[in-house]
């Protein structure tokens, strides 16, 4: 079965870990809001990991993180 790129990113939000600052290594999905919230204000940064970054904050704004947890238990057999 082939994933769309909503698929993949959702993946991508459950595998990838944070690349640099505060919470560098942490997976992008564990990230605490208010650190989400610091960079929507501020602004994210361009390119995937922004993409990736407004996603996990759009998510845990709407208190969607629950569509998160099958995909993550999934991964993280990985």
Do not use: H
């Amino acid at each position: 079965m082939e994933q769309g790129p909503q698929s993949k990113m959702l993946i991508q939000l459950v595998t990838m870990r944070m690349p640099y600052g505060k919470y560098k290594g942490t997976l992008l999905c564990d990230l605490p809001e208010p650190y989400l919230s610091w960079y929507n204000a501020k602004g994210f940064p361009k390119g995937q990991m922004g993409q990736l970054l407004a996603s996990i904050y759009e998510i845990k704004l709407n208190g969607l993180e629950y569509l998160l947890k099958p995909i993550k238990a999934q991964f993280a057999k990985r």
